[in-house]
């Protein structure tokens, strides 16, 4: 069953590859999709059994015997920052009616948004606009975005002086905009990394793709009576939130914190593109073709874009010991010719398992050690190393675990977008080695409201954390320093004490992983390697990757058992009766104590062990 009508997100998805339109056909209408395997109508009506049978097992990948879908999954994350989204659309909103002149329509209701539509070979082409605005001399076009002017900001090339400078620069109205449209001293090194932005599938170039569709669609709708202009709406990453609330608690935002990204020439390039490709999608949509298609990075793997049907195309390669099992192995392997084979150019000639690529195209120090491991099936320990770093250790060691709520919009004085607010932490205090009670020594504090409480959190901590000379043991040390740091910002009164914590912070996934600084401090100068790899790691030094190699604890089977499962029992708490909110508060108490309690449990196993 085709769908007639196309609108940006179906574009985008069509796009990705010949296979996806004729899965999706399948996806929305299990029972009276045709899918077509060849371009003879007739033999398309009678299809062969043969291919009724891959059909079938296509369905069998998406359905399963209760006839349930195994595609639609909730993502909890996103239905909880979506309150969040919908009030960054409706800021964009009110900035773009303050900021420039005219009639503004924006809203959250896509049949309330401006709408416009063209037809093409027996397609409709929508493009609903989160910001539309006109006056008698130009048409403005905003696409939203919940990103931040960060990733713009942060392109740089080099000039010809050789220093290096902004792909972007703010316009004397505060516009957002391309060197070459402001100041015009560009060069090679500045097309170069402005061709990125023409790749749909870059992290800063699929917003550029989304408003060119909307441009392309736009200006097929309407004749070009007028000047138009195309702004991308985004988060200004430099705006710090001064703490105003309304009468309601809530907070106030400015329109500083909304930067407008000028875009309208750079999308001149972009139209050729999208002209093809709405060919492309409607050649697609006309054959409905499901066949295997090749892997890559169209297939947008671990993105928050990654494609639905990534369970049904990805089944056949291993979750245990695959090709990306390898860490690095985005880079490449290169043979003993040279020759450099990219990852997914292997995966789809077949090498699918870690141990189908040859030893010597293992050139990374760490992927030789990682083949040795699957080849041996014994873990790797680089015993001096870790005795090393456990040595240098300070004792009372104080095991901490911060979680934070990463809300779009900053909600607390001295926040910025995306800010990581801390609401909880859970520390395990280990007075000599080995020396440390699971309930005894872990001290424990968890915001349970959604006002301001981290100077409350900050003071509870110090007063457990002692200026002393102990470390200060975490996982992944630079999520734990960069909250440290921030709060000394947001509390200078606090700064010292946080600043000495901070010096004091020793990573545990240094012991395992290994760290070039850390190790060249403690006189070992080969030290490229890791310390530590055993088979079950499968390619990930996460900490709930690591536990179960040295304990019997799991995550496993906890009512919060991940970080994700946390911010949303927080976020939650207000709306919760007394009971509900007895039973989530003792989960979430359960699972950061069980953060640390693991560095205590790991830190241990590896004393045993050298």
Not at 72 to 88: A, G
Not at 559 to 582: C, H, R
């Amino acid at each position: 069953m085709i769908n007639m009508n196309i609108s940006k997100t179906r574009f985008i998805n069509h796009m990705r590859c010949n296979r996806y339109a004729g899965l999706e056909s399948l996806y929305q209408d299990k029972d009276q999709a045709i899918v077509a395997f060849s371009d003879d109508p007739d033999l398309d009506e009678l299809m062969s059994q043969e291919n009724k049978d891959k059909m079938s097992f296509l369905l069998d990948d998406m359905y399963d015997e209760e006839d349930q879908d195994l595609l639609s999954k909730v993502d909890t994350q996103m239905e909880t920052m979506l309150p969040y989204y919908n009030q960054i659309e409706i800021i964009a909103g009110q900035a773009i009616d303050h900021r420039f002149e005219g009639k503004t329509v924006y809203s959250l209701d896509t049949y309330k948004q401006k709408r416009f539509q063209f037809e093409h070979q027996g397609y409709q082409f929508y493009c609903f606009l989160d910001g539309y605005q006109e006056d008698d001399k130009s048409t403005r076009i905003f696409e939203v975005k919940a990103t931040t002017s960060k990733k713009f900001l942060d392109m740089k090339f080099k000039n010809d002086d050789g220093d290096r400078v902004g792909v972007f620069e703010y316009s004397p109205e505060g516009i957002l905009m391309f060197r070459e449209d402001l100041l015009g001293d560009v060069n090679d090194d500045y097309f170069k990394k402005t061709k990125k932005l023409k790749d749909r599938l870059s992290k800063a170039g699929r917003y550029i793709y989304d408003i060119a569709y909307q441009r392309y669609v736009f200006e097929h709708t309407n004749e070009q009576t007028k000047n138009h202009k195309y702004y991308l709406a985004i988060l200004n990453s430099e705006y710090i939130h001064d703490g105003k609330t309304d009468e309601q608690g809530r907070p106030v935002y400015p329109d500083e914190l909304i930067v407008f990204l000028d875009v309208t020439k750079f999308l001149d390039q972009m139209m050729p593109v999208i002209e093809q490709d709405i060919q492309i999608v409607i050649e697609r949509l006309n054959a409905l073709n499901a066949n295997e298609v090749n892997l890559g990075p169209h297939c947008q793997r671990k993105d928050s874009r990654q494609c639905k049907f990534y369970p049904i195309c990805y089944k056949k390669v291993p979750t245990y010991n695959s090709i990306f099992t390898y860490l690095g192995g985005h880079n490449g392997f290169k043979d003993t010719a040279g020759i450099k084979h990219e990852r997914f150019d292997l995966l789809n000639e077949g090498y699918l398992n870690a141990t189908d690529i040859p030893y010597d195209w293992l050139n990374r120090e760490n992927n030789q050690l990682q083949r040795k491991v699957i080849d041996s099936g014994e873990p790797y320990v680089a015993k001096d190393k870790i005795k090393a770093a456990i040595e240098s250790l300070k004792y009372p060691i104080y095991h901490l675990d911060f979680e934070t709520f990463p809300c779009p919009l900053p909600r607390f004085k001295g926040e910025k977008p995306y800010s990581q607010s801390l609401f909880q932490y859970s520390i395990h205090i280990e007075h000599e080695p080995g020396v440390c009670d699971v309930d005894e020594d872990n001290y424990s504090y968890i915001a349970t409201k959604h006002n301001d409480l981290r100077e409350d959190l900050i003071i509870n901590m110090l007063d457990v954390i002692k200026d002393d000379e102990g470390s200060i043991m975490a996982y992944n040390i630079s999520f734990e320093k960069t909250r440290l740091k921030e709060m000394a910002i947001v509390y200078p009164k606090y700064a010292k004490r946080l600043h000495r914590m901070m010096d004091r912070l020793v990573d545990l996934m240094y012991f395992l992983r290994g760290n070039k600084k850390l190790f060249e401090s403690l006189g070992f100068s080969d030290n490229q390697g890791f310390n530590y790899y055993h088979n079950d790691l499968n390619g990930s030094f996460s900490i709930k990757k690591v536990l179960p190699i040295f304990s019997d604890l799991t995550y496993k089977g906890m009512p919060i058992g991940n970080g994700t499962d946390a911010l949303v029992t927080y976020a939650q708490f207000p709306f919760m009766d007394e009971t509900t909110f007895k039973t989530n508060y003792n989960d979430l108490l359960k699972y950061c104590k069980q953060d640390t309690w693991a560095m205590v449990e790991i830190l241990e196993a590896l004393r045993k062990i050298v």
